[in-house]
């Protein structure tokens, strides 16, 4: 992955954290896609995959 995928990950996954409430239901989905997208930053997940992470139903 690129330097500029990377930043780019980042800035979505910052974009996202500041959308958090911190109501656990109202930030389900949010929380959700942080996650996936931390998960292919870290390259825990195949990038450009349709396939679903097992382990947590991601």
């Known amino acids: ?9 980042e800035a979505q996954i910052a974009a996202l954290k500041s959308q958090l409430t911190g109501d656990m239901f109202a930030d389900m989905e949010v929380r959700d896609k942080i996650h996936n997208l931390e998960m292919k930053l870290k390259g825990v997940k195949p990038m450009d995959s349709s396939i679903d992470c097992i382990g947590c139903g991601s």
């Open 1 to 9: 992955m690129s330097e500029v995928q990377l930043q780019d990950l």
